[in-house]
């Protein structure tokens, strides 16, 4: 079946612009995860939706970051005035969000702000 | 400050060997999980072991848990080239409601 999907793969834009990455997570999987990763780097967890529930979002850095789920389904994470440290690879995942879960994550966004 | 912690940071062996990765992490988990990276893109999960597990195996990997010690292992054995990727070690942290914690990886080079 399809995997989780992100668009678009790469996106450059100039520092002060609003950038919106998106991710399609795999039918059917109640929880969704944003991650941040610069380069060499570990990742950084950035919100975490599950179901109906308020979504997890205190790993955003600041009030600039802000993200979406709608339908339970797609999910959009919008930087605002962007930053050159914003600059990282954008990783979504999804899963079931169970005691044992298993995330499967999207190939990403790599976004390069000038 | 990173709950998973791996070590070594880098490691380089030749194809045919095995690769020992360690982690360890500071508080209490359901799960512990490895994941693999290339090319600085998306992460495959690998294994799964749960906090009631010691030792688990899947093909060529073998993952341990020593929870007394906080520490996981992952060894591939019989490397191959293909296995040169980054490895990462996540924690399902109790209370943590299934958002896990990721390492900063280890850079896994096998000589072919």
């Known amino acids: 079946g399809a995997g989780v999907s992100q668009s678009p793969s790469n996106k450059v834009t100039e520092k002060g612009k609003d950038v919106e990455l998106r991710c399609d997570p795999i039918s059917g999987h109640t929880a969704l995860y944003w991650y941040r990763q610069s380069l060499g780097q570990g990742l950084e967890f950035l919100i975490y939706f599950q179901g109906n529930s308020a979504p997890d979002k205190s790993g955003l850095p600041s009030d600039r970051f802000s993200a979406e789920r709608t339908g339970g389904s797609v999910s959009t994470l919008t930087i605002q005035r962007t930053q050159q440290e914003d600059s990282a690879v954008y990783l979504c995942a999804s899963g079931q969000g169970a005691l044992y879960n298993e995330q499967f994550f999207g190939p990403g966004t790599r976004l390069t702000v000038l | 400050s990173q709950q998973g912690e791996e070590d070594p940071q880098a490691l380089s062996i030749q194809e045919g060997e095995n690769a020992t990765m360690n982690c360890s992490y500071k508080t209490s988990i359901n799960n512990l999980q490895w994941y693999r990276q290339n090319s600085g893109r998306g992460l495959v999960h690998l294994i799964l072991i749960r906090s009631n597990e010691r030792e688990k195996h899947s093909g060529r990997l073998r993952v341990t848990l020593d929870t007394s010690k906080k520490s996981s292992s992952l060894l591939i054995t019989a490397s191959r080239a293909a296995d040169t990727a980054s490895y990462f070690c996540?924690?399902?942290?109790?209370?943590?409601?299934?958002?896990?914690?990721f390492g900063k990886g280890i850079t896994l080079s096998v000589r072919p």
């Open positions: 996540a924690t399902d942290d109790t209370g943590a409601n299934s958002k896990l914690t």
